[in-house]
């Protein structure tokens, strides 16, 4: 049995995703209170929809920083604290965008969060508006025990959407290299938001020793096709409406997942 399906424990695990208002710092925020009361108020939606986890993610926070700053991290602890007291048993993570995994990580520890979405790990990738991002998965990890959050996951995207490989390979040498890195989970995307990877992807990333998750582009019309390639996703574009979780959209996702993991 592997760590990550320590905590997730159903075959097919979905991971929903509670997008944040803008946090403090940033324009158009509606304070902390507006910002928790509505990672609560989604977080029921998704329990109540019968996902198994959920991630707290700053997507509004616009334009997104490469590091965050102590504001965030404060804010982001705050919030995803909240969302684990509140929570009914459901397994609940955190990320910090756009590249910081050891703020995620200390966010995390602090919050009571069960594991992290990293978007660089082991790949070396740019984006025009960023260039090239740091990537240390070694340190990650000495980071991650120096503050005692080895029981903390670290699903690793690779190859993430949006970005440009440095020096391409193979999708598969990228998951074998995240395993052997320290990821407990593989996270494999499309070329953006709302893109789903292809067949082709999910299989060149199984077999690598961890699981394989979709991070981006399930919906309820591929979810069949596409778990029958994986061992879980992390849902958000299907499953929103004005920013928020909508019952319907994710009751008609789940319909259709379940139904491919019984």
Do not use: W
Not at 213 to 226: E, K, P, V, Y
């Amino acid at each position: 049995m592997s760590r990550f399906s320590d905590y997730f424990q159903r075959p097919k695990p979905i991971i929903g995703m509670i997008h944040l208002p803008p946090l403090p710092g940033y324009a158009n925020s509606k304070g902390i209170d507006h910002a928790i009361s509505h990672a609560v108020a989604d977080l029921r939606v998704l329990e109540e929809g019968g996902v198994d986890g959920v991630l707290v993610e700053n997507e509004y926070d616009r334009p997104h920083r490469v590091s965050a700053t102590p504001d965030t991290i404060a804010a982001m602890t705050q919030i995803t604290r909240a969302v684990v007291q509140e929570s009914n048993s459901i397994v609940v993570g955190c990320e910090i965008l756009l590249n910081d995994p050891q703020a995620s990580l200390a966010v995390a520890k602090a919050s009571g969060a069960a594991f992290i979405r990293t978007d660089y790990f082991v790949d070396r990738m740019t984006r025009p508006e960023f260039g090239e991002f740091h990537i240390d998965p070694d340190a990650l990890i000495a980071y991650r025990t120096e503050i005692g959050a080895d029981d903390v996951l670290i699903l690793a995207d690779i190859q993430v959407k949006y970005a440009t490989m440095v020096d391409p390979r193979p999708l598969r040498e990228s998951a074998m290299l995240a395993r052997t890195k320290g990821a407990d989970a593989v996270v494999v995307t499309g070329d953006e938001s709302g893109d789903a990877p292809s067949v082709q992807h999910l299989r060149d990333a199984s077999g690598c020793g961890v699981p394989v998750l979709i991070g981006s582009g399930l919906q309820f019309r591929n979810a069949a096709t596409l778990l029958a390639e994986c061992d879980g996703a992390i849902v958000g574009t299907s499953i929103m409406q004005e920013q928020s979780v909508s019952s319907d959209n994710l009751e008609l996702l789940m319909s259709h997942v379940r139904r491919e993991a019984e």
